[in-house]
């Protein structure tokens, strides 16, 4: 099964009205060095209407970093409802990323609504999934990543895999500058496509899961290269349009 790669920008909560456009432009310039690659972007939630314009007429998707686990709109204060990402240009929505579920509280049932919310409004959800530290020297991770795929495959069935994509991202490699081996990547990769497996071959060979965590311009290939690897989820290095489309870049050398 062919898998178009995918490298996405999570910002995180960084940027401005002016940081936004020189990176766009970046982007939206070099754009063409890596063609057959999938590229998006994910702005914090106020800029998505400044982002939206800049990247019209360019090969650049944009996606939401966040959203609501409510499916109707209403009195929650301080929420983003999915079909308001949608309604601003957005395609996917980050659900589940580390931060959100160790500094805002989310559990797995939270992450699994969002993921649901999302799809029903049409988003791809990025379902975000990840060890500690110590679950990983605990000999945790596979069933730390079982757990947190079958939170989500028990509210909405393998089915929807069809429509969405999964980033391994394990805690201790994010922001840290300590990426996983591509070794340690690719056994986490194959073991969370096996689980799906298990309930569909078919979407299990079809899904893509990007690896994040520490993605830099130097070690993109080598974990781009591993099988069941199909792009990255991309934090610092993706504020930086030159290292980002060098990943991109990366990415299409493939
Ligand atoms: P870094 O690339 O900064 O490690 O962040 C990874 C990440 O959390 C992307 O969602």
Redesign the pocket.
Known sequence: MQRQYLVAG?WKMNGSLETNRSLITGIASQRTHCANVEVLVCPPAVYLAQVRELIDGHPINLGGQNVADQDKTGAFTGETHAAMLREMGCTYVIVG?SERRALYGETDAVVAAKFGVAQVAGLVPVL?LGETLEERDRDQTETVLARQLGAVLDRVGVGAFARAVI?Y?PVW????GRTASAGQAQAAHAFIRGLLAARDAKIAGSVRILY????KPDNAAELFSSQDVDGG?????SLKSGDFMAICAAAQAQ
């Open positions: 999570n990323h975000c980033a991202e490699a994010i922001g840290t994040g965590g520490s993605v989820l991309i934090g610092g290095a």
